[in-house]
């Protein structure tokens, strides 16, 4: 069983996984024996903190042991193809995590094997495991999904477009993305997360200009202007961002008593929000880091029990 996209699924297995996330930071432990005896090999093409530690420590806490790949590690880097490399890892590891800039196809690639469960942990166009993590925060900070409106400033990027999916999945849940035009979320995407949102019971908008700022919204969401440290090729892009920056003003004009502010970090202080926003009250940014790893292990649970 893979784990490639939220798109793949179906209301009940999102539930399901933000449910188990929630408990597992309730002190329910984990269910340690799941991968005893197994390897989960961790494949990073670029830097990471956070993502990478979670899986790692998820993996270790279910019993699993690790093999870690930088990006010059494998045959890949001397022109070896995708698909052949993971017919090779399904000989060796139980479970593959990649995080790549590059296209899912890489990844679908990776996955034409059935021995070896591929996990995305994040592609060039989705980031599916953080935004589980994001959704069991909202639980955790709010209470419940259900009639809870998020409000996401910034780039419409990976990690915007696997919020709209899981957003879209889930009933009762409302999600604004304030974008500037030119960097707003891929139209395929925001067409298929707003095409699924109505069928499931969830609303999706976006808007361009933040003269529409909602008031009232319970979670205000921002990430890094550029996804991954990569540059923006347009030299004004840095003034198209300006008016998302998440301030105190901007989180006094959508307060409705208990907003809590989320960043899937790492944050560029002063650029996409202002220390005083992200080190305040209302931030669960730093706690939502940490459901990053209650989501690794419910992912690899999940996975684990589809292999069964």
Excluded at 94 to 115: E, F, I, K, Y
Excluded at 224 to 235: F, I, K, L, S
Excluded at 244 to 268: C, Q, W, Y
Aim: charged share 20%.
């Amino acid at each position: 069983m893979h784990f490639l996209t939220l798109r793949d699924l179906s209301p009940p297995q999102l539930v399901q996984l933000v449910e188990r996330g929630v408990a597992l930071a309730n002190g329910q432990p984990p269910d340690g024996s799941c991968m005893n005896g197994q390897l989960v090999g961790l494949l990073f093409g670029g830097s990471s903190t956070r993502t990478r530690t979670s899986f790692a420590a998820a993996a270790l806490k279910l019993g699993a042991s690790i093999i870690t790949y930088g990006p010059a590690d494998l045959q890949l880097s001397t022109g070896e193809t995708v698909s052949d490399t993971g017919r090779v890892l399904s000989e060796y590891l139980d479970a593959l995590v990649v995080r790549t800039n590059g296209p899912d196809d890489d990844m679908r690639s990776l996955a034409c094997q059935n021995r070896m469960s591929v996990i995305n942990a994040m592609s060039a166009s989705e980031h599916p495991t953080q935004a589980i993590a994001d959704l069991i925060t909202v639980v955790e900070a709010t209470g419940s999904l259900a009639g809870r409106h998020i409000v996401y400033l910034g780039e419409g990027n990976n990690t915007a477009a696997a919020l709209a999916l899981g957003v879209s999945l889930t009933n009762g849940l409302k999600l604004t993305l304030m974008t500037p035009k030119p960097y707003r979320l891929a139209r395929n995407v925001l067409d298929d997360a707003v095409r699924r949102a109505q069928t499931n019971g969830a609303e999706i908008v976006e808007f361009y200009d933040m003269a529409l700022l909602p008031a009232n919204a319970d979670v205000i969401y921002t990430s890094r202007w550029q996804t991954m440290g990569v540059r923006h090729g347009d030299t004004d892009w840095l003034e198209q961002f300006r008016p998302f920056k998440v301030t105190s003003e901007v989180m006094r004009r959508v307060d409705n008593g208990r907003t809590v502010f989320m960043h899937d970090l790492p944050a560029i202080r002063g650029q996409d929000c202002d220390d005083d926003v992200l080190d305040g009250p209302r931030s669960v940014a730093f706690r939502q880091a940490r459901h990053k790893m209650t989501a690794a292990v419910a992912v690899l649970e999940f996975v684990c029990a589809g292999r069964r």
